[in-house]
Structure formats: structure tokens, C-alpha cells
């Protein structure tokens, strides 16, 4: 952790990092918004942007595997910079293509650019952060993605209509820019700035990462918890749709309710630890603790299918999606508590890789699913089963969290 740093400057840290994640959001669902102005202006088939869509996933889903790395080895500083910049210009690069491979090409280029904002978000809390700060911290940070959710339907069609859909692009990446100023400017360097940067240095074998229980702890948790973020992210709306009858226009307002109450529960998931840690309880009581409830409170989601009112749904899912974010909230400080710093973004990258890589692997079963006449049955099951059964691997594969020295030198051994 920096020492030395106001508690002002403090608070600027984590409200850029804060908007870089919201733009991160932003910048990804401008197509999604924007795509019957885009589908009726370029004739574009579904399948089409079908491709558009996989690319970015499958993009970022690799890049996580280096992101992470990168962040440990250029440093936090100027790594997140360049993650932003990056993503930023291949945002507004949108604006300049017209073709179906050329958007499938930005948007691969955006998926692997976007992929640094996790591995950062958590390396910024373990960089300026003491351990009994950091839920919170990374609590606030995973709110950001439920803000930027919300934001983007408010602003991104009114400024399309308004300036045309080019400057929604152009104007969203351009704010990127502009961040990266500002986070140059309010992140310290010097001396302060190499601790800042998150003790760049040699790079963390992967090969060590791999035989340690700590990573596959960390790797369980992602992919068993983010089968179900992706999943409801891209099939919440025709959920409604299909078992409610709910046309576009009434979808906003159920959906809307169910990102707010995730945001709530990004929020709780970092002041339930910081309380629990305060009071007295150890790491591993307080983050095990915190998981086991959200995986408790996750396990109604199931009752959606046995009723008819969209509102009661919408609360069951605003449940399950505020479980989630209390419940990721905690794995990212788990990942921060057990890692030494210069390790932290490798071994998050490693986990959202294999959280990615689920989440389209629930994708794909949600397609098969309902093309064979199961509706959202498994699904809905599965999500509601996931997390106890995530906490259940990572207690056997790290009995007891123990918060890493700072600035330890090796990856513990496998069994540690």
C-alpha cells in the first residue's frame, strides 16, 4: 500500500477508477443501444451482429490472460492509462467503419482493450488501500458497471438522435481521454509513484500461478459466479419478454430496478466485511461469512418460474443480481488479501479468463436451451445453486485466508 497519501486524494483515486469502469461500461453497450439505427442503416442480419457480439466477448476473454500481467509488469499507473486510452480510441474507431468485418474488428479491439479494467480496479484498491479498507473500496469500484448500465440507455440513443451516431461514439471515447489526463495528473509518481504503479517488476510465472491453491480458489469463484452475471445480462430482457409478455417499452423500468438493487449490493459487499474486520473478525471469517450469505440470499432465483407477476420476478432477480455483487465484491478483495501486490493483476486476469470463459459457456446453453423447448428452467437453477457450491471449493482449496506479506517474494506453493 502507498503510504504518505491524503485521504482527499485517496477519495480522487477511487473516483476515477469509479468512472473509468462506468465508461468501460458504457463504451460496450453503445452498439447494443444503437443497434436498429446501425441494423437500418447498413442492412445488417442478425447473425450479423451476432459476430460483433462474440467477438468482443471471445477478445476479451483472451486478453484476460495478459491484461492482468501487463498491469503487474508496466505498473498500475501508466498501465491503466493505456488500458483506457486504448479502449477509449477503439471506441471512437467505431465511427469510422462501415462494414460488417470492420465493426467486428472494433469490437474485438475494444473486448481486449476493456479486459484491464478489472485486473486495475482491483489492483487500485490493493495499491492505496490497507486491507481493512479495501471491500469497501472495491465495493464502490463494482458499483461503477451497475452505473454504467444505467447511464448509457439514458444518454446514448437522445445524443445519437440529437448529433447522429458517429459523435455517440466519438464523444464516449473522447471522455476516455480525458480521464487519462486526469488520472495522470492525480496518481502520484516519483518514488510514492513506483508503489503506486504496483511494484512493477519481474513477471509472475503463470506455471507457479497454476500450482497454487490460491489461484484455482480464485478461479472457481469467477466462473461459477460469472456464468450468471453474463447469462443474465443478455437474457434478462427476453426472460421478460418471453415469460411475461412484457413488450421494449416496458422493460426498462423492471431492468432498471433489478441494476439498482446490484448496485446496492456492490455497496453492501464492501461494508459487511469492513464492519466484520473492524469489530475484531479475521480475513477469513469475514470474507467467508460474507460470501456464504450472498450465496444464501441467491437461492430464491428459481421462484421466478413459478410466478406471474413481472414485479415479483424483477425483485427475485434484483435479489439474485444484489447477491452477485456483494458476493464478486468479496472475491475481488479475497484475490487482493491473498496476493501480494505485484501478483494481484496476473492472478485476476487468470480468474476473469475463466469467468468469461463460463459466462459463454451459459450463453450457449441458454441458446440450446430454449431452441429445445426447456425455457429457463436450467438456467434458473443453475444460478441459484452456483455460489454455495464456489464457496464450497474455495474453503477446500484455501481453508484459511491469510492476508499475504507485503511485498512477498514467491507464489506460495501448491497446498499452501
Not at 72 to 89: E, H, N, P, Q
Amino acid at each position: 500500500m502507498v503510504e504518505g497519501l491524503g485521504s482527499t486524494r485517496r477519495l480522487l483515486i477511487v473516483g476515477l477508477a469509479f468512472t473509468a469502469i462506468m465508461l468501460n461500461y458504457v463504451d460496450r453497450q453503445i452498439i447494443a443501444l444503437l443497434k436498429p439505427m446501425l441494423q437500418g442503416e447498413f442492412g445488417w442480419s442478425d447473425r450479423d451482429y451476432s459476430h460483433m457480439a462474440s467477438a468482443f466477448q471471445f477478445s476479451a476473454a483472451v486478453a484476460f490472460l495478459g491484461t492482468g500481467w501487463f498491469i503487474d509488469r508496466i505498473g498500475l499507473r501508466r498501465g491503466f492509462a493505456i488500458g483506457v486510452g486504448a479502449w477509449s480510441l477503439a471506441g471512437m474507431a467505431h465511427a469510422f467503419v462501415s462494414s460488417v468485418g470492420g465493426f467486428v474488428g472494433v469490437r474485438a479491439a475494444l473486448g481486449a482493450a476493456e479486459s484491464i479494467g478489472t485486473p486495475a480496479q482491483v489492483k487500485t484498491a490493493a495499491t492505496y488501500f490497507p486491507p481493512e479498507q479495501r471491500s469497501l473500496m472495491l465495493g464502490i469500484g463494482n458499483m461503477a458497471s451497475n452505473f454504467g448500465a444505467v447511464v448509457a440507455p439514458l444518454t446514448i440513443p437522445a445524443l445519437a438522435l440529437w448529433l447522429g451516431w458517429r459523435a455517440a461514439f466519438l464523444i464516449a471515447g473522447g471522455l476516455g481521454l480525458v480521464w487519462v489526463v486526469a488520472w495522470l495528473i492525480v496518481t502520484p509518481r516519483g518514488a510514492a509513484g513506483s508503489a503506486a504503479a504496483g511494484d512493477k517488476g519481474a513477471s509472475v510465472p503463470w506455471t507457479s500461478l497454476l500450482k497454487d491453491r490460491r489461484q484455482w480458489a480464485v478461479i472457481a469463484a469467477k466462473a461459477l459466479s460469472d456464468q450468471v452475471w453474463w447469462f443474465l445480462l443478455f437474457f434478462m430482457p427476453d426472460l421478460f419478454h418471453r415469460m411475461f409478455g412484457l413488450s421494449q417499452g416496458e422493460l426498462g423500468v423492471p431492468i432498471a430496478m433489478i441494476y439498482f438493487l446490484a448496485a446496492l449490493g456492490s455497496l453492501s459487499g464492501g461494508i459487511l466485511p469492513t464492519y466484520l474486520l473492524r469489530r475484531g473478525v479475521d480475513v477469513n471469517r469475514a470474507r467467508k461469512g460474507s460470501m456464504l450469505l450472498y450465496a444464501l440470499l441467491i437461492l430464491p432465483v428459481p421462484l421466478v418460474l413459478l410466478t406471474g407477476d413481472p414485479w415479483v420476478a424483477a425483485g427475485l432477480l434484483g435479489l439474485g443480481l444484489f447477491a452477485h455483487q456483494g458476493f464478486s465484491t468479496n472475491v475481488f478483495a479475497m484475490t487482493a488479501d491473498i496476493f501480494p501486490s505485484r501478483m494481484i493483476g496476473t492472478a485476476i486476469g487468470i480468474g476473469a479468463f475463466a469467468g468469461n470463459l463460463s459466462g459463454m459457456g451459459m450463453i450457449e446453453l441458454a441458446g440450446w436451451s430454449l431452441d429445445h423447448g426447456h425455457g429457463y428452467t436450467p438456467l434458473l437453477l443453475i444460478c441459484g445453486g452456483s455460489y454455495l457450491v464456489a464457496l464450497l471449493l474455495i474453503h477446500l482449496l484455501v481453508p484459511k485466508l491469510v492476508v499475504a506479506e507485503p511485498g512477498a517474494a514467491k507464489v506460495a506453493p501448491a497446498g499452501h
